[in-house]
């Protein structure tokens, strides 16, 4: 009979920058850290939850979203003076998450579209690096071009599931998390390695060599992964003491 009066709330996954940004957040709300105060550098917090750095940022950044904190270049992290009620970013997926997600599926992709690659194909795929290249410093135009390349590709493996969720898979970026992430991480310098990643996608395709492309794919997209991580250190987004 206790039970029945008992009120439970069914308790849901968490991913961990979830975990990470609740327990930060429950810092901030208790007062810990009042409006204005900087948090602790980003090796400080991993030492002391136990986690990688990678996942402190993607939490730090979460936060942000929320407008709990503000990510100042070069100076750290501030704890906001929050003047609206902003959505939880509890339901995005980590970006980093996805981008090693997308890393072992288009890998196969890749490789199994590799037969179906004509010379027309081929030069579709340069055109679209061609335009990525010419507009280097124009984020939303870089998006697109990026998209088409990799739907090209897993439209021509030959699986609608396939094409589906690569679409899926990409068009995560556009949440206002992961959409952060690029605003702070991704510039001119970044989209042109990955139009060079690009054609190294296409030159595997030349050969003829499933196997390259597959390799290719995969270190494109890791590597697209390691430039978020590493360009926070890089640019100072985060103080490192």
């Known amino acids: 009979m206790l039970l029945a009066r008992m009120e439970f709330r069914a308790i849901l996954p968490r991913r961990l920058y979830q975990e990470i940004a609740l327990q930060i957040r429950a810092h901030i709300e208790s007062g810990e850290f ?3 105060a900087r948090l602790p550098a980003e090796r400080e917090l991993a030492k002391l ?3 990688s750095r990678p996942s402190i940022r993607e939490a730090l950044i979460a936060l942000e979203v929320e407008g709990l904190v503000e990510v100042r270049t070069g100076a750290g992290v501030f704890v906001c003076e929050r003047q609206k009620h902003l959505p939880s970013s509890a339901s995005y997926e980590g970006p980093l998450e996805i981008m090693l997600a997308r890393a072992l599926i288009e890998g196969d992709i890749a490789a199994r579209a590799t037969a179906k690659m004509r010379r027309g194909d081929l030069n579709q795929l340069e055109q679209i690096v ?3 290249i010419q507009s280097s410093t124009d984020q939303a135009a870089c998006l697109l071009s990026d998209r088409a390349f990799h739907l090209y ?3 021509k493996a030959g699986n609608s599931v396939l094409v589906r969720f690569v679409a899926e898979l990409f068009d995560a970026r556009h949440t206002p998390l992961s959409l952060q992430f690029g ?10 390695l990955a139009a060079t990643e690009h054609k190294q996608i296409i030159k ?4 003829h060599d ?3 492309a597959k390799r290719a794919m995969e270190r494109h997209l890791r590597k697209s992964c390691s430039r978020w991580t590493r360009q926070l250190a890089v640019n100072g987004v985060i103080d490192d003491r």
Do not use: D, Y
């Open 204 to 207: 595997a395709f030349a050969a």
């Open 130 to 132: 061609a335009a990525m």
């Open 210 to 212: 499933p196997v390259a």
């Open 183 to 192: 605003k702070h991480f991704e510039n001119t310098r970044t989209w042109m």
């Open 34 to 36: 009042s409006a204005g």
């Open 153 to 155: 590709i897993a439209e």
């Open 49 to 51: 939850l136990r986690v």
